[in-house]
């Protein structure tokens, strides 16, 4: 058999020293990788309360932002009981209370009693740029009831940019800078999930399930730390009410479902969920494009868990006003 000529079996030699030495350099890349998602696995939460009905999920997520149990999540539906229960990474499922929210950004903070706990510092998060590697982690889907990990997927920040988007048929109160991803976050209890760099850096806060009003596509995104950070300080501080200020006189020729052309389902029960049996043609709900079983969940940005409460809640503005729901 002929020999290998000499540069040959040289090259050849070097190609496999390379070869077998970044195998274990990739090795370790991963298993670091793997070190830092723990990490950041740890200091996020699942949350449970209201919901249940279909389009309403009755989960989301959290994230640990003190080690004295402080939540930071995403106001929705959710949080409108006071049977709030918060599970850790560790498994224990613990009380929450709802500290503040703040209706302009979509954010609020909740508490647990505990001590101790695994946190990400907000000041410690820092910005990115379109191109970013990142991942997001979040109990989607709410496949996590107990002590297991939240989900990660991995993705790439697209694009960094105001939002403009639209829950349902209405546009939502926050309209700042959000990192748009192409990982397909938008989904069931996501919201709330924590976004961080490759190295487990803290970015943002994975937003609520969104539909791009140009397209009518989803829309993956998630809120920078900058955007919230004065919001959950002053939350903190107690300077944001957890409840809306009590409303105002009835008004004197007040609104309600059938004047905008809308026939929810029948109240039957103490809190009957407000979906949507039929929409009035021509109505104003019809021309801002609702539709039959629709839930509306919120109005004026302030939430609205029942067909009682929408009622009470529009007899406080008169029949000739701009609304906004959110469904």
């Known amino acids: 058999m002929n020999a290998i000529p000499t540069p040959i079996r040289t090259a050849l030699m070097i190609a496999a020293a390379l070869a077998a030495g970044s195998a274990p350099a990739a090795a370790g890349a991963e298993s670091e990788t793997g070190e830092r998602l723990a990490k950041v696995q740890a200091a996020v939460v699942k949350i449970f309360g209201a919901g249940g009905f279909r389009g309403l999920e009755a989960y989301q997520t959290g994230l ?4 004295d149990g402080h939540v930071l999540t995403m106001m929705s539906p959710v949080l409108d009981t006071p049977a709030l229960k918060v599970v850790l990474d560790d498994g224990r499922r613990l009380d929450g209370k709802l500290l503040g929210a703040d209706a302009r950004l979509d954010v ?4 647990v009693e505990a001590e101790g706990l695994p946190y990400i510092d907000p000041l410690s998060a820092v910005s990115a740029e379109a191109g970013t590697r990142v991942f997001a982690l979040s109990n989607l889907f709410g496949v996590a009831i107990g002590n297991e990990p939240a989900s990660v997927q991995q993705g790439v920040i697209s694009i960094v940019t105001d939002l403009a988007a639209r829950q349902g048929a209405f546009d939502i109160p926050f309209s700042g800078r959000v990192y748009v991803l192409d990982a397909v976050t938008s989904n069931p209890g996501s919201a709330g999930g924590v976004l961080v760099t490759r190295d487990g850096r803290l970015l943002a806060i994975l937003g609520k399930e969104l539909r791009n ?5 989803w829309l993956n995104y998630a809120i920078p730390i900058a955007e919230l950070r004065a919001a959950v300080d002053a939350i903190l501080a107690g300077g944001v009410a957890a409840a809306p200020a009590e409303p105002p006189a009835k ?4 609104l309600s479902a059938g004047l905008v052309g809308l026939v929810l389902i029948p109240d039957i029960l103490p809190r009957t969920p407000p979906y949507i049996d039929a929409v009035v043609a021509g109505s104003p709900a019809a021309r801002a494009g609702l539709r039959p079983d629709d839930l509306v969940v919120s109005l004026d940005g302030s939430l609205v868990s029942s067909c009682k409460a929408l009622a009470e809640a529009l007899e406080h503005r008169d029949r000739f006003a701009t609304i906004r729901l959110g469904v």
């Open 108 to 111: 609020a903070v909740l508490r």
């Open 251 to 254: 008004a004197k020729d007040p």
């Open 213 to 217: 009003r140009r397209n009518n596509t």
């Open 64 to 67: 640990l932002i003190s080690p």
